[in-house]
C-alpha cells in the first residue's frame, strides 16, 4: 500500500508563500530520496528539488533557489515543499516521488523515481 497523497495547493498571488506536504504510506519516508516536480500546462514535467536519504543533503534547480525549501517531518512521514515569493512562472501541478533504489548520501532530479503522487494545482496570478 505505497502511497503519496500531495496537498497545500490553490490560488496565490504573485510573491505569496504556499507549503505543499506530501504524506507518504507504506515505506518509512526518510530512508529514501524524494523529489518535487511540477508541469505547466503545454510543457514537459521538470524537476524542482530533492532531498536525500536521511536528510544529508538537498538538490534545487536554479529556478527556485532561494525562493524554495524542502524539508521532512519525521513524526507524520511527510515531506514538505515550502514556497515563498511565487511567481506567475511557477503555475503548474505540483507532484511528489520517491526514489526507492537509490542509497547515496545525496539526491539528483535525474535518478529513476518510481512512485509518484496524483499531484496539488498551484496558481499564480493576481
Known amino acids: 500500500q505505497l502511497q503519496l497523497v500531495e496537498s497545500g495547493g490553490g490560488l496565490v498571488q504573485p510573491g505569496g508563500s504556499l507549503r505543499l506536504s506530501c504524506a507518504a504510506s507504506?515505506?518509512?519516508?526518510?530512508?529514501?530520496?524524494m523529489g518535487w516536480f511540477r508541469q505547466a500546462p503545454g510543457k514537459e514535467r521538470e524537476g524542482v528539488s530533492c532531498i536525500s536519504r536521511r536528510n544529508y543533503n538537498t538538490n534545487y534547480e536554479d529556478f527556485v533557489k532561494g525562493r524554495f525549501t524542502m524539508s521532512r517531518d519525521y513524526a507524520r512521514n511527510t515531506v514538505y515543499l515550502q514556497m515563498n515569493n511565487l511567481e506567475p512562472e511557477d503555475t503548474a501541478v505540483y507532484y511528489c516521488?520517491?526514489?526507492?533504489?537509490?542509497?547515496?548520501?545525496?539526491?539528483?532530479?535525474?535518478?529513476?523515481?518510481?512512485?509518484w503522487g496524483q499531484g496539488t494545482q498551484v496558481t499564480v496570478s493576481s
Open positions: 516521488a520517491v526514489d526507492l533504489y537509490s542509497d547515496g548520501d545525496y539526491c539528483e532530479l535525474e535518478y529513476e523515481y518510481d512512485y
Open positions: 507504506g515505506f518509512t519516508l526518510d530512508d529514501y530520496v
